[in-house]
């Protein structure tokens, strides 16, 4: 089955340390893969996308995800945490072919210590 | 400009009464998706539609109806068979691969 996993719940940094959210998906082919960024009670928004090419991408606000196609793996990146990075983020997946599901991971809620 | 939107941003019903999620888009797009979000459980899929007419469940479906009779909206009706109501209620809408989201509704039902 299509399955999207974010093994880390709750992830607390200190501001200036560098951060790795980790997202694993289930799936035979090569999907379209997403990381999304919510702050409280607000919608999402994207931070980057991987559809093809380099597996390493860059997004905004000094983002990158490295795309491991041998360990299905879409893991978020980023050197050095800002406090303003706290929010809660989603990795997504598009599972393309017949009626394109976009799964959703259950979430990483990052806080950042100053 | 063009976008997503949910209205309204809060909502509060009664207990048994079936109530609709507005959910308009002026970006032309084919695709919509409807997604219910709860604490520690991230966006789960509720019903998505690829094209004008055709709609499928996802993965929550049970509780909850819609209807996509034209392009630009996709409107989700809560029904009272849905036993917890009460969450934030996101739409989206797909041009390619790429997702657009809406503010989002806050249902809450008493």
């Known amino acids: 089955a299509q399955s999207v996993t974010q093994p880390d719940i709750h992830i607390t940094v200190s501001e200036g340390a560098s951060l790795e959210l980790r997202c694993n998906y289930s799936?035979?082919?090569?999907?379209?893969l997403f990381w999304y960024v919510q702050s409280p009670g607000q919608g999402l928004q994207l931070l980057l996308k991987y559809f093809s090419g380099d597996t390493l991408v860059q997004g905004i606000k000094g983002f990158e995800a490295e795309f491991k196609r041998s360990q299905s793996s879409f893991n978020l990146r980023k050197p050095s945490v800002h406090w303003s990075d706290a929010a809660e983020y989603f990795c997504a997946v598009l599972f393309s072919g017949g009626y394109n599901k976009l799964i959703f991971g259950a979430g990483t809620r990052l806080a950042v210590h100053p | 400009d063009g976008g997503i939107t949910q209205s309204p941003k809060y909502l509060f019903r009664k207990e048994g009464q079936n109530v609709t999620l507005s959910c308009e888009q002026n970006l032309n797009h084919d695709a919509m998706y409807w997604y219910r979000q709860d604490p520690g459980q991230g966006l789960r899929l509720i019903y998505y539609?690829?094209?004008?007419?055709?709609?499928q469940k996802g993965d929550i479906a049970e509780g909850y109806s819609v209807s996509r009779e034209k392009k630009e909206s996709f409107p989700l009706t809560v029904t009272s068979a849905q036993k917890n109501p009460t969450a934030f209620y996101l739409c989206?809408?797909?041009?390619?691969?790429?997702?657009?989201f809406g503010q989002g509704t806050r249902l809450t039902v008493v």
């Open positions: 799936y035979g082919a090569t999907p379209y």
């Open positions: 989206a809408s797909r041009r390619g691969p790429e997702a657009f």
């Open positions: 539609s690829q094209i004008v007419n055709d709609f």
